[in-house]
């Protein structure tokens, strides 16, 4: 089992920037393929990113390709989201979440393990 803590949310204006981190408690962080997933009120769960266990192969949303990248080091147990010339329209509560699928996979159903979730404002 894997425990995951993200940090990083905050307010930040339109075309700024923002790193996310997302810290997993246990010894087989490496197992597991790893995502980046948002939510707004009233809608599903989207997949932002998501990156492969060895951290080789990456998925993007086509929303956020080119502005966002996502990130993982083994050693620190971390996932990291680079985000980007950021937009109003990427305001949700953002999600990490652990995968025993080797990755890249954006299917939340895939995604055993999620973190409480971190709030990102973009304002206009």
């Known amino acids: 089992q894997v425990q995951l803590v993200e940090s990083g949310g905050g307010l930040v204006q339109a075309g700024g920037s923002l790193r996310l981190s997302c810290a997993a408690s246990g010894r087989t962080f490496s197992r597991y393929g790893l995502g980046w997933f948002r939510q707004v009120p009233g809608k599903a769960r989207d997949a932002v990113a998501a990156?492969?266990?060895?951290?080789?192969?990456?998925y993007y949303a086509d929303s956020v390709k080119g502005r966002f990248t996502v990130s993982r080091d083994n050693a620190k147990n971390t996932m990291y989201l680079q985000m980007n010339s950021l937009k109003a329209e990427d305001t949700a509560v953002y999600y990490c979440?652990?995968?025993?699928?080797?990755?890249?996979?954006?299917?939340?159903?895939?995604?055993?393990?999620w973190g409480q979730g971190t709030q990102v404002t973009v304002s206009s």
């Open positions: 990156i492969s266990r060895s951290g080789g192969s990456t």
């Open positions: 979440a652990a995968s025993r699928i080797a990755g890249p996979t954006q299917s939340p159903n895939e995604y055993a393990y």
